[in-house]
T-cell receptor, first 116, second 113 residues
Framework: NAGVTQTPKFQVLKTGQSMTLQCAQD?????MYWYRQDPGMGLRLIYYSASEGTTDKGEVPNGYNVSRLNKREFSLRLESAAPSQTSVYFC???????????????FGAGTRLSVL | DAKTTQPPSMDCAEGRAANLPCNHSTISGNEYVYWYRQIHSQGPQYIIHGLKNNETNEMASLIITEDRKSSTLILPHATLRDTAVYYCIVRPLGRFGNEKLTFGTGTRLTIIP
């Protein structure tokens, strides 16, 4: 099992360019998440998808859109990149386990994005 | 969610036990304590969780005080690969369980050879 796979690993954009970050999981998980992490700070939730066909905003959704393409894939799109979006982006997924295991998330290796 | 407080950094000698404290004095009765870690440049990794009893798995032990206002993550024989930022997170059992995890700034643990 690869777990959670993110592509690309690195990306440099110019202000105003658009791009899509890809995320796929092979664990048959229902819920998927996109976080961003700025230098020296904790992770902040951008968007999440509780199940295929649904998406909801997290705490920092402005400037981003998401698509839950199918159960495996959850993409994050920057329509017009800004320098403030320079960050490391992490995708995560969570399975169907009940009880306290609901709060166990599995993370990808991240995408390092620089917007010039 | 209950707020957590962790020391910003700690050092530990290789081979010794690393004890990472977390204060969560406002924890509610239905909230669990979770620990994750983030090794440099990698995504966070789940370690362990508990409610009120001490827990142990292949990675670590979790000791929660009787009043549940604080906890300690113990790495019994720290190795250089344990150098990471460790996050203590308190979360309830939500109705749908799809809530975000709130990562603070954590404790940067450095294992010294």
């Amino acid at each position: 099992n690869a777990g959670v796979t993110q592509t690309p690993k690195f990306q440099v954009l110019k202000t105003g360019q658009s791009m899509t970050l890809q995320c796929a999981q092979d664990m048959n998980h229902n819920s998927m998440y996109w976080y961003r992490q700025d230098p020296g700070m904790g992770l902040r939730l951008i968007y999440y998808s509780a199940s295929e066909g649904t998406t909801d905003k997290g705490e920092v959704p402005n400037g981003y859109n998401v698509s839950r393409l199918n159960k495996r894939e959850f993409s994050l799109r920057l329509e017009s990149a800004a320098p403030s979006q320079t960050s490391v982006y992490f995708c995560a997924s969570r399975g169907l386990a009940g009880g306290p295991a609901k709060n166990i998330q599995y993370f990808g290796a991240g995408t390092r994005l620089s917007v010039l | 969610d209950a707020k957590t407080t962790q020391p910003p950094s700690m050092d530990c000698a290789e081979g010794r036990a690393a004890n990472l404290p977390c204060n969560h004095s406002t924890i509610s009765g239905n909230e669990y304590v979770y620990w994750y870690r983030q090794i440099h440049s990698q995504g966070p990794q789940y370690i362990i969780h508990g409610l009120k009893n001490n827990e142990t798995n292949e990675m670590a032990s979790l000791i929660i005080t009787e009043d549940r206002k604080s906890s300690t993550l113990i790495l019994p024989h720290a190795t250089l690969r344990d150098t990471a930022v460790y996050y203590c997170i308190v979360r309830p059992l939500g109705r749908f369980g799809n809530e975000k995890l709130t990562f603070g700034t954590g404790t940067r643990l450095t294992i010294i050879p």
